[in-house]
């Protein structure tokens, strides 16, 4: 599978610090490792003896070198990327902790995150506890969107946890085609959806305690 040999080579890429070959089923490049840190204003509480704290989503994900990023608020990366000379998008990826009933990672992606028919899946995978989806979203016109949600159990602390609910780590990406833009099927269905597909294949979460502000 794509991803499974993507995967071997990114994270040993990972482990070493260095950046990578792209896959065959995206735009031949380089990746580098970005972080992702929720604010503490958005944190779950914290019970206990840790009750001035707040439990935030540490994370990183693989980008392409060929995405040109520009600021973006906290806890949120946004990038442009040009797919041809008259396609262009802009994308923002985001992390965010949350409460949900325990269960499978890829049931998890698949209630928040449903394609409008199996052509609007552009790329799903799954590595160890964690699952990811990319899909396209339809009836935006000339504007073409894409979406993807990887989704993660942050910790199973019984002090974070609430009413049987255990804490989940979610990256979400939304990718759109700029005003203009004249984006044919090629540039999400073969080149951007798998590259988001990728970044999103190896990514990572930690638990964060920060104090409450």
């Avoid at 804490?167 to 951007?192: F, Q």
Wanted: charge should be positive; include cysteine; proline fraction near 4%.
């Amino acid at each position: 599978m794509r991803h499974r040999r993507l995967q071997r080579t990114l994270i040993a890429a990972c482990g070493l610090g260095l950046a990578i070959a792209g896959s065959a089923g995206a735009a031949t490049g380089t990746f580098v490792v970005k972080a992702l840190s929720e604010p503490a204003t958005a944190g779950l509480p914290v019970t206990g003896g840790l009750s001035d704290l707040v439990a935030t989503s540490n994370a990183r994900v693989m980008i392409p070198t060929g995405w040109r990023e520009s600021r973006a608020a906290a806890g949120r990366l946004r990038f442009a990327t040009t797919q041809n000379a008259s396609c262009r998008y802009d994308l923002t990826y985001s992390v965010k902790s949350v409460l949900a009933p325990s269960q499978d990672a890829s049931g998890y992606v698949l209630s928040k995150l449903p394609a409008a028919s199996a052509q609007h899946l552009l790329d799903s995978g799954t590595r160890g506890g964690a699952a990811f989806r990319v899909v396209r979203r339809p009836g935006l016109g000339a504007r073409v969107r894409l979406d993807a949600l990887w989704a993660h159990v942050l910790t199973r602390r019984s002090d974070i946890a609430a009413n049987g609910n255990t804490p989940w780590t979610e990256i979400r990406v939304t990718a759109i085609s700029r005003a203009g833009s004249e984006c044919h099927s090629g540039t999400w269905r073969e080149a951007l959806g798998p590259a988001i597909g990728d970044s999103l294949a190896v990514a990572r979460t930690r638990l964060h305690f920060t104090r409450k502000r």
